[in-house]
């Protein structure tokens, strides 16, 4: 068969649209390793015939519909530029206008390799039989006359297929639904096959087999076999001459795309298949090299199962190892030759036996000619860094445990580095904190090749045997880099290196974040003198927690109501205080923790509940600061008046809650390294609203029962343009300096906390005094006017306070209200600027005005 690459001009149009493939190393799917379809699969995913799924799975169990395998057919032809510019309806009546598949169907019919069935259908969603894929691959490599003339579908079809190999590692019965796994084999099979031409024409029709191939002629990759010897940062005889992205096999230099360059490394030294495409005259570039099968001994040995090293001078050194140490009662052992080649981390150098036992890392060595003495020793030893932050402008990762940072600049050109993930080439903005980098570096420092995990464990450590840590019952190591001990019921997050051992530790990511404030405790009386405590919880409520009978508190687990009543108390009396606590299924405390007092050693645990801070501290508004200490939308603030052990004179308050320049006396619990507070409690703070509140005016206030059942007041006002109904916190806020009650016209500007309730205010002006003239400054930033209009503006007015100076303020953006105090309904209304109106005596009314910041903010006309 001769594949026509004839295009027609539209076609040509599209595919330059397209623009040209660009083929690599495909990673092999998980689906597929060790597989018995593992060569084929790989083979055709670098040649983008066969590729896996969107979850990088490739299915080698599931069928294949007709219109996949129609994919398959046209890229083994070379002509899937040629389906991306044939994506028209298809001639088949049952194949849908937009099928995904239409390119791919046109051109195998186009090229005669698919026909429909006897109604003229194509049945695009069937899975394929083997017989049906065993004819469209004998099609395609032109064999189809020797098939017609053994009988044609299905039996003379499978008899050409299986005496040109195609059936080798993937024999079936004729009707049997065709696995992807099987069909990959098949056309990996049918790519080498040589192919049927015609040669004779008219009377004279004959064909004979020729010396091309679907992979070498069809698709112009060369397939051969060879030992990689160099690479660009390294080879097997000292320094390399090649350029980062070249490797030579044998004596040919070939190009590598960079996403492949991490797994052509890994076969430094050994015997491979590759497969080659000639990019130009001038280069070839490589997209599949696979170590060569009974062509490479090979061993691998983890550091920790390295036991011995046996050296003297002028022999063979032999490495003993365990290939199984839990389980083998002896070690085996390598014979390394004495004229061994040494690659450490990457670059050649002397041989030295003692590397090869490195602390952290691997050992790879192997036998070049079979004679079972290693030729090549490939030593990696790891250290590990635990990312803490990532500076991109200056190619840096520092460590949390104070290491050295890692610098990997790509314009050092004295440097050469590879950093992975999963066997795929990361970079420097992909890494997260606490990402485990396992970091090999050369004797010289030029080479360094890092690899990337991510990999994490949550839980608690629940046995600890020698050097073997438990959580929830799965066993790990400990990596050399972790210095801290981890102790019994330890809890957190355990992070791993590449070798799956503990490399990091955050406690502080199972910290409970669920605080409250103990007011009292007590135990049950019955049989079980269990503790019961009465807290104010974050969400401002007062509720009574139960515990079970064993609780963990402070980190120590199997604690009784009664240990931990009794160290809740001091001489004898129960003492208030912040704590977080944990509930399990059944709704009662698990876990109970008090804060570590760090106060006077300033030292910041992020692995305990801790008091990091104490005392009077000012509030900076710019900085959001309460002293040096951060206060964030996120910080928790506890308003516990000293002195109140009543829950109804506690609040939860907004961040807003603190005042710029306002002392406070406050307590600051885990303070993280950037010193944001977790969580604050206020003892002592003013009871006024913030300088910047919108001011409300009353309009009516009366007496209602909370969620609670408790007395308190509700606050009908105008603010924002707008009438707004809030509740007070608790009973009697809603009064004057003198403790008298507001009145309809009072204005005031409110305090709110987290559940919107009223918790403090400022009033600013009382009705009753409506004839009394002011201006009053409360802060820096906020001024009070109340005052006659001597002279109005289109868009600002003059005010006179008394009988001072005339000041002109203006009107844009202000809310305007009109407050009539003669009336008992209806007294407020939002107005327009335009209400404004000059003093007259006979007519009085003056106005207050809310300067915030140098702009007026709101106007009140007050009658």
Not at 33 to 48: F, G, H, K, R
Not at 374 to 403: A, C, I, P, R, W
Not at 603 to 626: H, I, P, R
């Amino acid at each position: 068969m001769k594949i026509s690459k004839k295009l027609t001009a539209s076609m040509l149009a599209g595919i330059l649209s397209i623009g040209s493939m660009v083929s690599g190393f495909a990673a092999l799917p998980g689906d597929v390793v060790d597989s018995p379809y593992e060569e084929a699969i790989e083979t055709l995913s670098a040649l983008d015939i066969m590729v896996g799924d969107d979850d990088g799975m490739f299915r080698p169990k599931d069928t294949i519909k007709r219109s996949e395998f129609a994919k398959v057919a046209v890229e083994a032809m070379g002509l899937g530029d040629v389906a991306a510019a044939s994506k028209q309806p298809t001639k088949y009546p049952d194949v849908v206008e937009n099928h995904w598949a239409n390119g791919y169907i046109n051109v195998a019919t186009d090229q005669g390799v698919v026909i429909g069935d006897d109604e003229k259908n194509f049945r695009p969603d069937d899975s394929i039989t083997y017989a049906e894929a065993m004819t469209i691959l004998v099609r395609i490599i032109g064999h189809e006359p020797s098939a017609l003339a053994k009988g044609g579908f299905p039996n003379g079809y499978m008899m050409v297929g299986t005496q040109n190999g195609i059936t080798k590692n993937a024999a079936a019965s004729a009707n049997e639904k065709v696995v992807r796994g099987m069909v990959a084999q098949m056309t990996f099979n049918a790519l080498t096959v040589k192919m049927m031409e015609q040669v004779g024409f008219g009377n004279d029709e004959s064909y004979e087999i020729v010396d091309k191939t679907l992979l070498s002629d069809v698709l112009d990759v060369t397939k051969a076999s060879g030992q990689i010897t160099a690479l660009g940062i390294s080879s097997i005889s000292g320094a390399s001459s090649l350029k980062d992205n070249e490797v030579k096999i044998g004596d040919k230099v070939f190009t590598v795309a960079e996403e492949a360059l991490p797994a052509v490394r890994n076969l430094l030294g050994f015997n491979v298949v590759y497969y080659v495409r000639e990019a130009d005259s001038k280069s070839s570039e490589l997209i599949l090299a696979r170590a060569e099968k009974n062509k490479n001994n090979a061993t691998t040995v983890a550091a920790s199962d390295v036991e011995e090293i046996e050296t003297a001078e002028g022999e063979n050194t032999i490495l003993h190892y365990w290939m199984d140490k839990a389980n083998d009662k002896t070690t085996k052992e390598i014979i390394v030759s004495k004229t061994a080649q040494m690659i450490f981390n990457g670059k050649p150098i002397t041989f030295d036996a003692s590397l090869m036992q490195p602390d952290s890392g691997r050992v790879t060595l192997l036998d070049i000619d079979n004679d079972d003495i290693f030729d090549l020793v490939f030593v990696t030893s790891f250290t590990n860094l635990v990312v803490e932050s990532v500076v991109t402008s200056s190619h840096k990762v520092t460590d949390k445990y104070g290491n050295p940072s890692l610098v990997l600049d790509p314009e050092d050109k004295d440097v050469k580095f590879t950093m992975t993930k999963a066997g795929h080439l990361a970079k420097l903005s992909d890494l997260k904190e606490w990402d485990v980098l396992s970091v090999a570096k050369s004797k010289d420092g030029s080479v360094i090749s890092v690899e990337v995990s991510s990999n994490k464990v949550t839980g608690k450590v629940d046995e600890i045997e020698d050097e073997k840590i438990y959580i929830d019952g799965n066993e790990f190591e400990v990596a050399k880099n972790y210095q801290e001990e981890i102790k019994l019921n330890d809890e957190g997050t355990f992070y791993l290196d590449v070798e799956g051992k503990i490399a990091a530790v955050d406690t502080a990511s199972t910290l409970s974040s669920n605080y409250a404030y103990a007011v009292a405790g007590s135990l049950t009386t019955g049989f079980e003198n269990n503790l019961e405590l009465k807290v104010f919880n974050k969400e401002g409520e007062t509720v009574i927690l139960k515990a079970g009978k064993k609780i963990r508190f402070n980190g120590v687990s199997g604690k009784t109501g009664e240990q931990v009543l009794e160290a809740l108390k001091a001489e004898g009396s129960f003492v208030p205080q912040l704590i977080t606590y944990e509930l399990n299924a059944k709704g009662e405390i698990s876990q109970l923790n008090t804060a570590t007092d760090e106060t006077e050693s300033g030292k910041l645990n992020k692995n305990k509940f801790t008091l990091n801070a104490s005392g009077e501290l000012t509030y900076k508004k710019a900085s959001k600061k309460l002293g040096m200490y951060n206060i964030s939308a996120d910080t928790l603030v506890f308003n516990i008046p000293s002195g109140k052990t009543n829950p109804e004179d506690f609040s939860v308050e907004a961040h807003s809650f603190f005042e710029d320049n306002e002392a406070y006396t406050v307590l600051l619990f885990d303070v993280a390294e950037d010193l944001t507070a977790k969580a604050v409690i206020v003892t002592s703070s003013a009871a006024n609203a913030n300088i910047e509140a919108p001011i409300a005016i009353i309009d009516q206030i009366t007496t209602i029962n909370n969620d609670n059942n408790e007395l308190v007041q509700k606050l009908y006002a105008y603010q924002n343009g707008e009438r707004v109904s809030f509740v007070t916190a608790t009973e009697g806020l809603l009064v004057n300096g003198e403790e008298k009650a507001l009145k309809r016209g009072d204005i005031v500007q409110l305090k709110l906390n987290t559940k919107n309730e009223i918790s403090g205010l400022r009033v600013l002006f009382e009705a009753k005094d409506k004839a009394d003239e002011f201006t009053t400054t409360i802060d820096e930033d906020l001024l009070i006017v109340y005052g006659k209009v001597t002279k109005k503006f289109a868009n600002s007015i003059n005010v006179q306070v008394g009988e001072g100076s005339v000041a002109n303020y203006g009107l844009e953006g202000a809310t305007v209200y009109e407050l009539d105090t003669a009336k008992t309904k209806n007294a407020i209304r939002v107005v327009d600027a335009n209400e404004i109106t000059q003093y007259d005596d006979s007519e009085p009314s003056r106005v207050f005005i809310r300067i915030y910041k140098d702009a007026v903010a709101e106007i009140v006309i007050v009658k």
